[in-house]
């Protein structure tokens, strides 16, 4: 269990930690921190503990409208917004040292103008828009200058550059222009999120998770792990993956997911983005026993 990771997200939750975080796990994915006491006991333990701090961003709470840097917005003034955004929360966390920062990518998530969307949650109408008024070239252009500045920006702040993918379209599954980015920029990594893949292809005729998981495994330096439930309707999201949640019964298929990234990938850090909270003490050692079976690298 060495890679895996528990999340803190909108404060640090104590009674969370001490239930899910074990011995021996890589580290903490911290996000939408609200107050600099949170941020400080989760540096304290960290550092008494031994393990990694990682930032799904932004770190801090109520900096921007937005939880996501729009650094591929078609306008020039709001990248350069969404930018100078990152370097200032950059500057703020040089202390606790993150060994990765994740962003979401592309934003805004460019949508594929054939889907229904209704079931997919936005924050606000400004991150997303359609590939119809967002054409290949300048996918490439934005994705090409993104990957370059957080390059950059990786080396002066020492830190590994993640980026989790959003919604995808077909500049993402039906061209090869992200893979020869990441091959041209290798310090550039992946975090794959089961249940946004799931999700995606339950609801977009066009897409196929497990292509696609097949296709980036071996680029990704992580891996959002939850399951949920579509049968007529969603439900349990950010359930943990247990093996009783079979693909059967309208769970996503986690265990073949994870097959896929044990055979490309398999040092790959799992970070749990579940509600443990929705199981009990029991259920979530067996979570844990599972996925570490299921990816014995880990």
Known sequence: MKNFMIGQYGHFDRKKYERDFRKGFYGIEACLLPAEEDLRCLQREAEANGFQIGVHFPLRAGQAKLRDALFMHPDEKVRAEAFARIVDELDYMREIKPAYVLFHY???????????????????????????????????ERSEQLFAWLTEMGEKYAFVPVLEFDALNRYVYETDVLEVLLNKYPKIKLCLDTGRLFVQQKIDPYFDAKRVIQSYAKYAWSLHLWTMKATDTFAYNHFPALPECTAEQGWAPIADYLRIVRDENPDVKIMFEHRSDLIDDEQLNICYAWVNQLLPGS
């Open 106 to 140: 592309p934003k805004p998530v460019i949508l594929d103008d054939r889907v229904d969307w209704q079931n997919w949650r936005f924050a606000d109408p400004s991150d997303y828009v359609f590939e119809s008024q967002y054409p290949l070239a300048a996918f490439l």
